[in-house]
């Protein structure tokens, strides 16, 4: 098992940045795959993003893309989350979530597939 918390959350002003950090203890894998994912208050969990931490291949939602950008630090277990560009709509508390078993298919966007998650940090933007 892998023990994931999150950190970095606050609240931003619209076309700001923020990034938030996933920090990854226990039994640590090369194959394991970190996801992104974000939930708004009503609303289904939504994939942001992942990365494969044997090659640091990423992967984003069309929501996203263009504007978040995932990274990792291997000698800190950290996967960073940078949000640049951010819109009222990206308020949401953000999850990461990993999985040992997707990295033969690269990633998942569905929350069902990672068996390990953070507790959430919360991010606010505001118009």
Not at 20 to 29: P, R
């Amino acid at each position: 098992q892998v023990q994931l918390v999150e950190s970095g959350g606050g609240l931003v002003q619209a076309g700001g940045s923020l990034r938030v950090s996933c920090a990854a203890s226990g039994h640590l894998f090369t194959n394991y795959v970190m996801g992104w994912f974000r939930q708004a208050p009503g609303k289904e969990r939504e994939f942001v993003g992942a990365i494969a931490w044997h090659d640091g291949k990423t992967y984003y939602s069309d929501t996203v893309k263009g504007r978040f950008t995932i990274s990792r630090d291997n000698a800190k277990n950290t996967v960073y989350l940078q949000m640049n560009s951010l819109k009222p709509e990206d308020t949401a508390v953000y999850l990461c979530a990993a999985d040992i078993r997707l990295w033969r298919k690269g990633y998942s966007s569905l929350p069902r597939e990672y068996h390990s998650w953070g507790q959430g940090t919360q991010v606010t933007v505001s118009s």
